[in-house]
């Protein structure tokens, strides 16, 4: 969700630029624009839509400069036009600045500088903070941004340059991530690695509240910070092959699963070695109360982790989207500790409720992939997922690194405790021989296609499933909504008959999540309530089950394996509907509509 780009060096800015903005449209974005300054006057490009359309606009003129911001941006105030577009300049068009956040007392700052005769060209809340940084200006540019940044209340991570200050880029953040690159004669500047990957592993996490000074020979920022070297390869974010990025993802699911455990599994012990929590060991054996708090697809790992965590470590366990758990007054105390779950590391509502725990001095654990993130960075200890890059906005295969990096979790605070041998050593071998498991689910991808050339047309969809896989009817649901822009609900399959059966008719198809588990036959009771209404039935079934087949209309094989771990292998061929959905209905399956990956406002 926006994202930054700069660069000071000797090299000719442009194509830096456009090359970073293009590692970071994953984020959502809805039009781009990038200034550099030339050998004159700065030059000043934007475009809506895709990046292409900037690329045109560039290539129809001569520009080199070597200093430049870059911006890709995603709608939050003002439509989507040109104007709207970052870089914002001031009234002399002295002052360029790039964005990512948002200025919550923007409309009283732009009625004061309007008074005080500011002229603005945007109904953006970014355009106040260039002109803020106008009011101040005196010739040092980094002084007139520390001044501004003092009147503004909300998020940011900000890069400034001016024409009467050159030679230099000013960045500063709060709550919105930024990063520099550190290379031998250039500056990078960037609020996601991808974007710099390719010029420097060498970064710096910029802290909330610091402001760096980049210029082509040196920098500073008020702190010293330590490097961090990047564990991931440019390789990452190419399709190797695929046509999408979410198919490429999704095929990577056994992978993510063999990521996270790798090194990490105890077989003859039944337990796990989870690093990150060497230091806290001994607080987390007090713990008597856990809350998972995540947002979107991660928020179903966490009420699927709740079922994990209640069952198998006996910790009394609550869930909760960060939008709510922010503003409430959860019941917590020394010996609570509070999970949270994200891909990024960086959901505005997650960390916003990350630093309400901070405050109130609760332990504070991260389930993270994206290493060095806000949220790795801000808990007191974590686990990171390893499922690589994930670059398609709707999550799949980090989903699945958090569902087996929660049942290490499980095991480790349940072998804390009263968890016996013997049942650890069942989960930990269960889990080690779950990459190839799930690599069988992969073969159904044909079928699975199929499936989705029948049903297209249909315009709703219920997912149901019980226990363990009703988090899983809500992710099916999810993914279906955001990649195919289809109506689906998922809901525990016991409460449909609470008013949802209302909707059933034949031209309202169900995928019923159905494993041979405990809750087999109350899910085979609420598959003959569909059935009596005439409603079309898919159902997601053990390897084996012969009996399913005479009730519904089509069923997608999964093999067997516990129940605690039946979510992981349910969600691959729901993620492949999805995909397959998406692509007949022929929609932009990696960046689907109004959506953003990493969703960096409130
Ligand atoms: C956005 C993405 C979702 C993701 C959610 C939470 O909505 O489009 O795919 O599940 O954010 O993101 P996180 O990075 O915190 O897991």
């Known amino acids: ?125 970014t355009e106040v903070l260039t002109h803020l940084v106008e009011k101040y200006f005196q010739g040092n540019l980094e002084e007139a941004v520390r001044k501004a940044l003092r009147e503004v209340r909300g998020t940011y991570g900000i890069a400034v340059i001016s024409k009467k200050d050159p030679q230099k880029i000013v960045a500063a953040k709060l709550s919105s991530p930024l990063i520099l690159g550190i290379n031998k004669d250039e500056f990078l500047i960037a609020s996601d690695p991808s974007a710099i990957i390719t010029h420097t592993r060498q970064v710096i996490n910029l802290d909330d509240n610091e402001i760096a000074v980049l210029k082509p020979d040196n920098f500073f920022i008020l702190r010293e910070k330590p490097l961090t070297q990047i564990e991931w390869t440019p390789g990452d974010e190419k399709k190797g092959g695929y046509p999408h990025f979410m198919l490429k993802e999704i095929m990577e699911e056994p992978e993510a699963i063999e990521n996270a455990i790798k090194g990490r599994l105890m077989i003859e012990e039944g337990s796990v070695k989870l690093g990150g929590f060497d230091e806290i060991q001994e607080r987390l054996r007090k713990i008597n109360k856990l809350i998972l708090v995540a947002c979107g697809t991660a928020s179903y790992s966490a009420r699927i982790g709740k079922y994990m965590l209640e069952e198998y470590a006996g910790i009394p366990t609550e869930v909760d989207v960060g939008s709510e ?11 609570t500790a509070v999970i949270f779950i994200s891909q990024s590391g960086e959901t505005a509502d997650t960390l916003a409720s990350l630093q309400e725990m901070k405050k109130k001095e609760i332990l504070t654990l991260g389930v993270t992939n994206v290493v060095g993130s806000t949220q790795a960075r801000e808990t007191n200890a974590g686990v990171y997922t390893r499922s690589g890059s994930e670059i398609a906005v709707a999550s799949s295969k980090a989903f699945i690194g958090q569902l087996a990096t929660l049942a290490m979790l499980t095991v480790y605070l349940g072998r804390q405790r009263d968890m016996a041998l013997i049942m650890g050593k069942r989960i930990v071998s269960e889990l080690s021989g779950l990459p190839d498991i799930a690599k069988e689910v992969l073969k159904s991808a044909s ?37 195919s822009y289809l109506h689906a609900e998922g809901i ?17 198809p169900t995928i019923a999540i159905c494993p041979s588990d405990s809750v087999y036959e109350k899910m085979v009771s609420n598959i003959e309530e569909i059935k009596a209404r005439k409603g079309p039935v898919i159902a997601l079934a053990t390897k084996n089950n012969k009996e399913i087949k005479n009730l519904v209309d089509d069923v997608i094989y999964i093999p067997k394996t516990l129940e605690m771990l039946t979510p992981i292998l349910a969600t691959i061929p729901l993620h492949l509907f999805s995909y397959y959905m998406a692509v007949l209905l022929k929609n932009d399956v990696d960046k689907p509509r109004n959506l953003a ?4 406002v409130e």
């Open 597 to 600: 990956k990493s969703v960096t």
């Open 1 to 125: 969700m926006c994202g930054i780009i700069g660069y000071i060096g000797k090299k000719n800015a442009i194509q830096i630029l456009i090359n970073g903005l293009h590692r970071e449209i994953y984020r959502g974005y809805d039009s781009s624009g990038i200034v550099v300054f030339g050998k004159n006057e700065p030059i000043c490009i934007k475009a809506v839509g895709k990046i292409e359309n900037l690329e045109k606009k560039l290539n129809s003129q001569s520009i080199e400069g070597n200093l430049g911001l870059g911006h890709c941006r995603w709608a939050t105030h003002g439509e989507v036009t040109e104007a709207n577009a970052h870089p914002h300049f001031d009234c002399q068009k002295n002052i360029f600045l790039v964005h990512n956040g948002i200025i919550e007392n923007y409309k009283e700052l732009k009625k004061k500088l309007e008074k005080e005769g500011h002229q603005f060209n945007s109904d953006t809340d």
């Open 325 to 335: 758990f922010r503003y409430r007054k959860p019941i917590v105390d020394k010996n």
């Open 492 to 508: 525990g399959g016991g409460e449909l008959k609470h008013g949802h059966l209302a909707l059933i008719d034949e031209s309202f």
């Open 447 to 483: 079928e699975i296609k199929e499936l989705a050339e029948k049903y297209k047309d249909f315009k709703n969809f219920w997912f149901i499933g019980r226990k363990y896989n009703s988090p899983i009817a809500s992710e099916g649901a999810l993914k279906l909504k955001e990649l």
